[in-house]
């Protein structure tokens, strides 16, 4: 059984991402990492070449700026990636999503269950998105607790915008999502751990492909009864990255509830009342 790991990344430093650290947290259970580097501004293709891992296949291209719908750019990208990939499975991490050393024979043995398993086209992830600060998690409806992100290499797969998997069926024209079995593993999502200027830098750049004016950032402008305290250990890889800050992250007291926060705070209610997950899932759950 080989496992490839895939990304795409472009102007990685510039814009705050852990990508080195994401890259060597997967490093230890795969065969390869094809990582498709984007003409940047910044260091990052020469950070990645100082890995000087052999796993590593580095490909590079270059973005189209006319792309400017739906974030269709992202999408071209990763597929970029994911098919020079050589491997029975393909992992995507995004460049600010860690792997914990604790989970890496979890996600071996998966895998190895799951091989021969026609029915299990992806495998699915619990998820922690850090807020703030490194003690700090979000848990809403309004930010997905669990994602596919490693897909069989053999299904015909396409990423829309970056983010998810469609799967092609037989008749070729209908897409849906994948049929997705749990590693039992987590990743550990450090995005909004960044700083606000490396963030807003970020988003600025990536809302023009989705044809849309950005917005400023501003941490604290969020519900606070969303964050929870995060207890356990953070991988060995994101150790050195991490900001030094201690207790929970603290929202602005004041913060106006927006429509959607409003509609996520009530769907917290029916999950508490009714034993419901509400958050969205982008794969079809396939029960072992």
Known sequence: ???????????????????????????PIVDEFVV???????????????????????IQSQWSDKMKVGGYVYGQQKMIAQFNCTGDWAFYLEGDEIIHENDLTKIVDAC?????????????????????????????PGWYRRAARIIRSSVRSYAPDGLY????????????????????????????????????RKLENV????????????YREIDQTIIREFTGSHPK????????????????????????????RFMLHLESWFG?????KHFIEIKS
């Open 207 to 218: 809302q023009k492909y989705w044809n849309n004016s950005h917005r400023r950032i501003d």
């Open 237 to 264: 890889a994101i150790l050195e990255w991490l900001p030094k800050e201690d207790g929970l992250f603290r929202a602005n007291p004041d913060h106006q509830l927006t429509r959607r926060e409003k509609k996520h």
């Open 276 to 280: 419901l997950e509400l958050s969205k």
């Open 112 to 140: 190895r269950v799951y091989k021969d398993d026609e029915r299990v086209e992806a495998l699915t992830f619990d998820y922690y998105h850090f807020y703030g600060n490194s003690n700090s998690y979000l848990d809403s």
């Open 165 to 200: 998997w469609h799967v092609l069926t037989s008749k070729s024209k209908v897409a849906r999502y994948p049929k997705s079995a749990h590693t039992g593993a987590s990743i550990y999502h450090y995005g909004w751990v960044r700083s606000e200027e490396e963030m807003n």
């Open 1 to 27: 059984m080989r496992i490839s790991a895939f990304t795409f990344i472009r102007n990685g430093t510039i814009f705050g991402f852990p990508y080195i650290e994401s890259i060597r947290s997967v490093l």
């Open 36 to 58: 498709n580097v984007g003409a940047s501004d910044d260091d990052t293709l020469e950070k990645i070449i100082k890995i000087d891992d052999p796993k590593i296949r580095i």
